[in-house]
């Protein structure tokens, strides 16, 4: 009897914790929208942005560079390289205005 009381008290509290640990990366996920809605005022900020954009695409880009076949895949990375470099560049005249 205690031995099945001992599973649901884990069980009960495994549920529970396991659904705080789910419940955090919600929230900060609200907290990345909301912080997304307000717009970029200072240079830094739009660099800021400019920076995460540029790498979160060149993430992106080398996935699907991952998909091709490897005659294309060196052409492919070359490419989104070249990207992400020009996308960098952009980012970092935004601080020069």
């Keep these: 009897m205690t031995r099945k009381l001992s599973a649901f008290v884990v069980s009960a509290l495994l549920l529970v914790s396991g659904s705080a640990v789910?419940?955090?990366?919600?929230?900060m996920?609200?907290?990345?929208?909301?912080?997304?809605?307000v717009a970029d005022s200072t240079p830094q900020?739009?660099?800021?942005?400019?920076?995460?954009?540029?790498?979160g695409g060149y993430k992106l880009y080398l996935e699907e560079c991952a998909k091709m076949a490897a005659a294309e895949r060196t052409a492919c990375r070359r490419e989104a390289k070249a990207l992400?470099?020009?996308?960098m560049a952009a980012a970092r005249q935004l601080l020069r205005k």
Excluded: F, S, V, W
Excluded at 84 to 87: T, V
């Design 45 to 55: 900020q739009k660099y800021r942005t400019a920076i995460n954009e540029a790498g």
């Design 84 to 87: 992400y470099d020009r996308d």
């Design 29 to 37: 996920e609200e907290r990345l929208l909301e912080r997304g809605a």
């Design 22 to 27: 789910l419940a955090q990366p919600a929230a």
